[in-house]
């Protein structure tokens, strides 16, 4: 099982990998992603459930970019 620091390590960088994307498409996306990770804080009491839920939603982001390039 992978450990919670290296989901953290992960999660942390997707996010500044992602956020560093100079394409409106990904910063719309990025946006939306910010406003869901309180959601996930609030309703979901265990932080690997958070992590795997944000990177989750990170992988999404990913894979709508790339499709679009």
């Known amino acids: 099982m992978v450990s919670?620091?290296?989901?953290?390590?992960?999660?942390?960088?997707?996010e500044r990998w992602l956020t560093a994307v100079d394409e409106l498409l990904v910063k719309d996306l990025m946006t939306a992603y910010e406003e869901l990770v309180p959601r996930?804080?609030?309703?979901?009491?265990?932080e690997r459930d958070q992590l795997l839920s944000r990177g989750g939603a990170l992988m999404l982001v990913q894979q709508v970019w790339k499709e679009r390039v």
Do not use: K, P
């Not at 996930?40 to 265990?46: C, K, Q, S, T």
């Open 4 to 14: 919670l620091d290296e989901l953290r390590a992960t999660v942390l960088r997707m």
């Open 40 to 46: 996930f804080e609030r309703d979901l009491e265990d």
